[in-house]
């Protein structure tokens, strides 16, 4: 069954709930769609309030070429949907919580419907 959120000023941001595998706390967290970003991306403020694991050091591509980056286990839920997945945590600053990438988008079916200003996830 479909499921649909408003966006409002080019904001697509979707409720994520991310939740430690370890010690299964858990923290509801507003994450923004990148289309762009080969992987998701949580902030070290969010990432520190779950005490996430520590999994390794990465290397990724980005607009600024290949940089390291710490990965961090974690379970995230969209859509009554939990998966595994090792979030990136860069020690910059992000204007959200996190970025929603395509690992995790390619999951799903999307439409952004512009005229309505809204996100609708299928999941196929």
Known sequence: MPKSFSYTDSSLLVPIVVRNP????????????????SKS?????????????????VSVSTGAGRVSMPAFRAQLTLLDKTSDILLLSPETFLPYYGLLGRDILDRYKICLDGKNRKIVFYDP
């Open 22 to 37: 370890t010690t299964r706390k858990k923290k509801s967290l507003n994450f923004y769609i990148d289309s762009g970003a």
């Open 41 to 57: 991306v949580i902030l070290r403020k969010a990432r520190d309030e779950l005490d996430l694991p520590f999994w390794d050091v």
